[in-house]
């Protein structure tokens, strides 16, 4: 009997540390895929993408960033997917619909990004 409670609360353990913000593989990847995005955004010629949409690019790089090392990815990890995206899209238009797709993932990705990334957009200057 002291077993099955044993694996219990083990199980338990595990599945609270998961909750707690961990991330799977999937959204790892997911993830810096949109930092690709928003990087490869970010330097876009400016009169090919409004500015307010290269100041959310760069404020999401930023945002993104920052959480990928708190939850423990390397930079070298970050920067080779984001690259491996950046290469795939060079000299490509803006994509409006992978922008929203990626904006989706992210607001419910990391808690609190909407309002940060649109906080550290506005103090931006593009221009």
């Known amino acids: 009997m002291r077993k099955y409670y044993l694996i219990f609360a083990v199980f338990l353990c595990m599945s609270s540390a998961f909750a707690a913000g961990h991330i799977t593989k999937a959204q790892k990847e997911k993830t810096i895929e ?5 990087s490869a955004t970010a330097v876009l010629p400016a009169d090919t ?8 690019a760069l404020a999401s790089v930023k945002v993104i960033r920052e959480y990928l090392a ?6 070298d990890e970050m920067n080779k997917g984001m690259n491996v995206y950046v290469d795939k899209v060079y000299g490509k ?11 989706k993932f992210i607001y419910k990705q990391i808690k609190g990004s909407e309002e940060k990334i ?3 957009s506005r103090t931006i200057y593009a221009g």
Do not use: Q
């Open 34 to 38: 949109c930092l690709g995005h928003y």
């Open 49 to 56: 993408i409004e500015v307010k949409n290269m100041e959310l």
């Open 70 to 75: 708190s939850e423990g990815v390397k930079d």
């Open 93 to 103: 238009p803006f994509d409006k619909a992978k922008n929203g797709e990626c904006n």
């Open 118 to 120: 649109e906080k550290l």
